[in-house]
């Protein structure tokens, strides 16, 4: 057994892993209308500046997937740890944008995220494991 075999993956890792396998199904067709939003990480008070007046937005999800799809103009995805919980920003960005007709959903692993994506984007009822 490896060291960290039972050590939970942060959110950083499941989101890696749900790009990974979102652009390996898809590919050239929708692969690049997934994109991560760079809200998040540690940085200077400078560099926060620059990024708030460039437009960073405080509770912005993860992850948008600019695919309309089932009366949605959109797929903004929320990636947390399996005990991971909303910021208020969040809970305020999710309500904003369920009000113009997009999708929010939180997820907390690559089977759910799998789930979500196979869903919306293929119509696909997936049975949880």
Known sequence: MKKDEHKPQTE??????CVKW?????????????FAVGNGGARNVW??????????TAGVSDLILLLPRHGY???CMECK????T????QKEWE????KYKNKYVIFHSLPEFQKIIMEY???KIVEPN
Do not use: C, H, W
């Open 73 to 75: 103009a959109s797929l």
């Open 47 to 56: 560099t926060a500046k620059i990024m708030k007046d460039e437009g960073v």
């Open 12 to 17: 950083s890792q499941i989101q890696k892993d």
């Open 86 to 89: 909303q910021s208020q920003s």
């Open 81 to 84: 740890k399996p005990d991971g």
């Open 95 to 98: 309500k904003l944008v369920t």
């Open 22 to 34: 979102f652009r390996n199904r898809y590919g050239d067709e929708i692969g690049n209308l997934l």
């Open 121 to 123: 984007v293929e119509d």
